[in-house]
Protein backbone atom coordinates (compact mmCIF):
# COMPACT_ATOMS: atom_id res chain seq x y z
CA UNK A 1 0.00 0.00 0.00
CA UNK A 2 0.94 3.44 -1.13
CA UNK A 3 1.67 5.59 2.43
CA UNK A 4 3.45 8.82 3.58
CA UNK A 5 4.15 8.95 7.54
CA UNK A 6 4.56 11.89 9.27
CA UNK A 7 6.66 12.39 12.52
CA UNK A 8 5.06 13.52 14.84
CA UNK A 9 1.14 14.25 14.63
CA UNK A 10 1.24 17.20 17.25
CA UNK A 11 3.93 19.22 18.09
CA UNK A 12 3.80 22.01 20.42
CA UNK A 13 6.80 24.58 20.77
CA UNK A 14 8.18 27.67 22.32
CA UNK A 15 9.35 30.69 20.35
CA UNK A 16 12.52 30.48 19.58
CA UNK A 17 13.04 26.59 19.47
CA UNK A 18 14.56 24.40 16.83
CA UNK A 19 12.08 21.15 15.69
CA UNK A 20 12.12 19.08 12.90
CA UNK A 21 9.12 17.04 10.94
CA UNK A 22 10.22 14.07 9.45
CA UNK A 23 8.16 12.30 6.61
CA UNK A 24 8.50 8.98 5.27
CA UNK A 25 7.33 7.87 1.85
CA UNK A 26 6.91 4.24 0.44
CA UNK A 27 7.41 4.62 -3.12
CA UNK A 28 10.22 5.34 -5.47
CA UNK A 29 9.03 8.83 -6.26
CA UNK A 30 11.02 11.50 -7.02
CA UNK A 31 8.97 14.36 -6.37
CA UNK A 32 7.44 15.73 -2.92
CA UNK A 33 5.79 18.56 -1.72
CA UNK A 34 4.91 20.88 1.83
CA UNK A 35 2.13 21.98 2.14
CA UNK A 36 1.03 24.29 5.17
CA UNK A 37 -2.75 24.81 5.89
CA UNK A 38 -4.05 27.69 8.52
CA UNK A 39 -7.53 26.52 9.85
CA UNK A 40 -10.85 26.82 7.33
CA UNK A 41 -7.97 27.83 4.60
CA UNK A 42 -6.58 26.64 1.46
CA UNK A 43 -3.35 24.34 1.67
CA UNK A 44 -0.70 26.58 0.97
CA UNK A 45 2.45 24.95 -1.11
CA UNK A 46 5.45 25.78 0.19
CA UNK A 47 8.23 23.54 -1.20
CA UNK A 48 8.73 20.72 -4.28
CA UNK A 49 11.70 18.96 -3.92
CA UNK A 50 12.41 17.60 -6.99
CA UNK A 51 15.68 15.34 -6.12
CA UNK A 52 18.20 13.65 -4.03
CA UNK A 53 19.60 15.77 -2.04
CA UNK A 54 17.53 18.72 -3.13
CA UNK A 55 17.69 21.32 -0.14
CA UNK A 56 14.92 24.51 -0.37
CA UNK A 57 14.75 27.18 2.04
CA UNK A 58 12.22 30.08 2.61
CA UNK A 59 12.52 32.26 5.63
CA UNK A 60 12.98 30.10 8.90
CA UNK A 61 11.87 26.84 6.94
CA UNK A 62 13.73 24.41 5.08
CA UNK A 63 13.11 21.75 3.58
CA UNK A 64 15.47 18.44 2.50
CA UNK A 65 14.79 15.07 0.21
CA UNK A 66 16.79 12.07 0.59
CA UNK A 67 14.88 9.44 -2.49
CA UNK A 68 17.62 6.72 -1.03
CA UNK A 69 15.82 7.01 2.99
CA UNK A 70 12.92 7.89 1.31
CA UNK A 71 12.88 10.59 3.90
CA UNK A 72 11.86 14.22 3.46
CA UNK A 73 12.32 16.42 6.71
CA UNK A 74 10.73 19.94 7.38
CA UNK A 75 13.12 21.87 10.11
CA UNK A 76 11.88 24.71 11.53
CA UNK A 77 14.63 27.50 12.89
CA UNK A 78 13.98 29.49 15.65
CA UNK A 79 9.85 29.00 15.63
CA UNK A 80 7.56 32.12 16.24
CA UNK A 81 3.83 32.26 16.26
CA UNK A 82 3.19 32.88 12.81
CA UNK A 83 4.33 29.48 11.81
CA UNK A 84 1.37 27.64 13.66
CA UNK A 85 -0.71 25.67 11.21
CA UNK A 86 -1.22 22.08 10.05
CA UNK A 87 1.81 21.32 7.76
CA UNK A 88 1.63 17.94 5.41
CA UNK A 89 4.05 16.26 3.17
CA UNK A 90 2.75 14.58 -0.27
CA UNK A 91 4.53 12.67 -2.43
CA UNK A 92 3.45 12.50 -6.28
CA UNK A 93 3.20 8.94 -7.53
CA UNK A 94 5.14 8.53 -10.86
CA UNK A 95 3.80 8.35 -14.40
CA UNK A 96 0.42 10.09 -15.84
CA UNK A 97 -1.48 10.16 -12.44
CA UNK A 98 -0.41 12.99 -10.56
CA UNK A 99 -2.26 12.21 -7.95
CA UNK A 100 -0.91 13.12 -4.61
CA UNK A 101 -0.84 11.00 -1.97
CA UNK A 102 -0.10 12.83 1.67
CA UNK A 103 0.69 11.97 5.24
CA UNK A 104 -1.80 12.49 8.26
CA UNK A 105 -0.39 16.31 8.38
CA UNK A 106 1.34 17.87 11.84
CA UNK A 107 -0.21 20.27 13.75
CA UNK A 108 2.69 22.84 14.62
CA UNK A 109 1.36 25.20 17.65
CA UNK A 110 4.47 27.91 18.86
CA UNK A 111 3.80 29.31 22.32
CA UNK A 112 5.13 32.61 23.60
CA UNK B 1 -5.24 35.98 -9.96
CA UNK B 2 -7.99 34.42 -8.19
CA UNK B 3 -7.16 31.03 -6.58
CA UNK B 4 -9.09 27.83 -6.77
CA UNK B 5 -12.86 28.29 -5.65
CA UNK B 6 -15.24 26.25 -3.95
CA UNK B 7 -18.48 26.28 -2.85
CA UNK B 8 -20.42 26.12 -0.59
CA UNK B 9 -17.93 26.23 2.11
CA UNK B 10 -19.84 24.04 4.47
CA UNK B 11 -22.97 21.77 3.79
CA UNK B 12 -25.00 20.38 6.50
CA UNK B 13 -27.73 17.03 5.41
CA UNK B 14 -29.56 14.76 6.36
CA UNK B 15 -28.58 11.18 5.46
CA UNK B 16 -30.22 9.76 1.73
CA UNK B 17 -30.08 13.35 0.81
CA UNK B 18 -28.22 14.87 -2.35
CA UNK B 19 -25.49 17.52 -2.42
CA UNK B 20 -23.51 18.70 -5.18
CA UNK B 21 -20.35 19.84 -4.41
CA UNK B 22 -18.47 23.10 -7.14
CA UNK B 23 -15.06 23.57 -7.90
CA UNK B 24 -13.79 26.71 -10.19
CA UNK B 25 -10.05 25.70 -10.94
CA UNK B 26 -7.63 28.64 -11.53
CA UNK B 27 -7.95 29.79 -15.18
CA UNK B 28 -6.27 28.20 -17.61
CA UNK B 29 -5.65 25.22 -15.55
CA UNK B 30 -6.36 22.00 -17.52
CA UNK B 31 -5.80 19.40 -14.37
CA UNK B 32 -8.13 19.31 -11.98
CA UNK B 33 -8.46 16.82 -9.02
CA UNK B 34 -10.58 16.11 -6.41
CA UNK B 35 -9.67 14.99 -2.59
CA UNK B 36 -11.27 14.81 0.55
CA UNK B 37 -10.34 14.09 3.97
CA UNK B 38 -12.18 12.02 6.33
CA UNK B 39 -12.00 13.05 10.11
CA UNK B 40 -8.23 12.19 11.63
CA UNK B 41 -7.46 10.22 8.35
CA UNK B 42 -5.31 11.57 5.35
CA UNK B 43 -6.41 13.92 2.64
CA UNK B 44 -7.11 11.01 -0.24
CA UNK B 45 -7.47 10.96 -3.70
CA UNK B 46 -10.61 10.54 -5.89
CA UNK B 47 -10.00 12.07 -8.94
CA UNK B 48 -8.32 13.34 -11.82
CA UNK B 49 -9.75 15.55 -14.97
CA UNK B 50 -7.56 16.52 -17.62
CA UNK B 51 -9.91 19.15 -18.90
CA UNK B 52 -13.50 17.50 -19.20
CA UNK B 53 -12.01 13.78 -19.16
CA UNK B 54 -11.60 11.51 -16.12
CA UNK B 55 -7.71 10.79 -16.16
CA UNK B 56 -7.94 8.70 -13.37
CA UNK B 57 -11.26 7.97 -10.95
CA UNK B 58 -9.27 5.22 -8.97
CA UNK B 59 -9.94 6.94 -6.02
CA UNK B 60 -13.92 7.70 -6.09
CA UNK B 61 -15.79 5.14 -3.19
CA UNK B 62 -18.21 3.89 -4.79
CA UNK B 63 -20.91 4.99 -7.74
CA UNK B 64 -23.21 7.10 -5.29
CA UNK B 65 -20.25 9.63 -6.10
CA UNK B 66 -20.40 11.56 -9.30
CA UNK B 67 -17.64 13.75 -10.77
CA UNK B 68 -18.27 16.13 -13.85
CA UNK B 69 -16.60 19.09 -15.31
CA UNK B 70 -18.61 20.83 -17.66
CA UNK B 71 -16.32 22.14 -20.89
CA UNK B 72 -12.93 21.65 -19.08
CA UNK B 73 -13.65 24.58 -16.70
CA UNK B 74 -15.88 24.01 -13.52
CA UNK B 75 -16.42 20.84 -11.51
CA UNK B 76 -18.93 19.31 -9.60
CA UNK B 77 -18.84 16.16 -7.48
CA UNK B 78 -22.37 14.87 -6.92
CA UNK B 79 -23.03 12.42 -3.87
CA UNK B 80 -26.38 10.63 -3.88
CA UNK B 81 -27.80 9.13 -1.76
CA UNK B 82 -25.26 10.81 0.90
CA UNK B 83 -24.28 8.61 4.14
CA UNK B 84 -22.92 8.97 7.40
CA UNK B 85 -19.38 8.20 5.99
CA UNK B 86 -19.32 10.57 3.66
CA UNK B 87 -18.92 13.57 5.92
CA UNK B 88 -15.29 15.02 5.66
CA UNK B 89 -13.30 17.79 4.05
CA UNK B 90 -13.57 18.05 0.10
CA UNK B 91 -10.48 19.73 -1.83
CA UNK B 92 -10.54 20.84 -4.76
CA UNK B 93 -6.72 21.74 -6.65
CA UNK B 94 -6.22 22.60 -9.80
CA UNK B 95 -2.14 22.82 -12.00
CA UNK B 96 -1.53 24.07 -14.89
CA UNK B 97 -1.95 22.36 -18.27
CA UNK B 98 1.46 20.53 -19.40
CA UNK B 99 3.04 17.28 -17.14
CA UNK B 100 0.20 16.16 -14.68
CA UNK B 101 3.06 16.19 -11.88
CA UNK B 102 3.00 20.21 -11.60
CA UNK B 103 2.51 21.90 -8.29
CA UNK B 104 -1.21 21.42 -7.42
CA UNK B 105 -3.08 25.06 -6.10
CA UNK B 106 -5.81 23.90 -3.44
CA UNK B 107 -9.61 25.27 -2.73
CA UNK B 108 -10.39 26.14 0.71
CA UNK B 109 -12.48 22.75 1.07
CA UNK B 110 -16.15 22.26 1.28
CA UNK B 111 -16.90 20.33 4.48
CA UNK B 112 -19.87 18.32 4.17
CA UNK B 113 -21.60 17.10 7.81
CA UNK B 114 -24.26 13.95 6.87
CA UNK B 115 -26.45 13.41 9.76
Known amino acids: ELKVEQNPLFLSMQEGKNYTIYCNYS?????LYWYRQDPGKSLESLFVLLSNGAVKQEGRLMASLDTKARLSTLHITAAVHDLSATYFCAENYGGSQGNLIFGKGTKLSVKP | EAGVTQFPSHSVIEKGQTVTLRCDPISGHDNLYWYRRVMGKEIKFLLHFVKESKQDESGMPNNRFLAERTGGTYSTLKVQPAELEDSGVYFC?????????????FGPGTRLTVL
Open chain 2, 93 to 105: ASSHRGPARDTQY
Open chain 1, 27 to 31: TTSDR
